[in-house]
Nanobody, 115 residues
Framework: QVQLVEAGGGWVQAGGSLRPSCVAS????????MGWYRQAPGDWREMVAQ???????DYADSVKGRFTVSRDNNMKTVYLTMHNMKPEGTSVYYC?????????WGQGTQVTVSY
């Protein structure tokens, strides 16, 4: 069982930056991948960024060049650094971890980008 706790969401003007974090209850060495998803009201939950245990990363096309997923040296904290944010990025952002075929989710953190 992996527990995830997100923090660092909030409000930002378009063009601004935020850096939410996600702390896992186990070391990332025990997790196959960690990532960030987002879900706006009425929309499907979509993958934003993910980082595999070996360090490889993957991004949604809509955030490439603006968002960066990274993890701390303690291997328990994952960050999503978001620059040049756009109003369509307003969503609840969820941290996700996959371990031996099982998926675990955090409680989500609201991100609001205003015009």
């Amino acid at each position: 069982q992996v527990q995830l706790v997100e923090a660092g969401g909030g409000w930002v003007q378009a063009g601004g930056s935020l850096r939410p974090s996600c702390v896992a209850s186990v070391s990332a060495f025990d997790i196959d991948l960690m990532g960030w998803y987002r879900q706006a009201p009425g929309d499907w939950r979509e993958m934003v960024a993910q980082i595999f245990s070996g360090g490889l990363t993957d991004y949604a096309d809509s955030v490439k060049g603006r968002f960066t997923v990274s993890r701390d040296n303690n291997m328990k904290t994952v960050y999503l650094t978001m620059h040049n944010m756009k109003p369509e990025g307003t969503s609840v952002y969820y941290c996700d971890a996959r371990q031996r075929g099982s998926a675990f989710w955090g409680q989500g953190t609201q991100v609001t980008v205003s015009y």
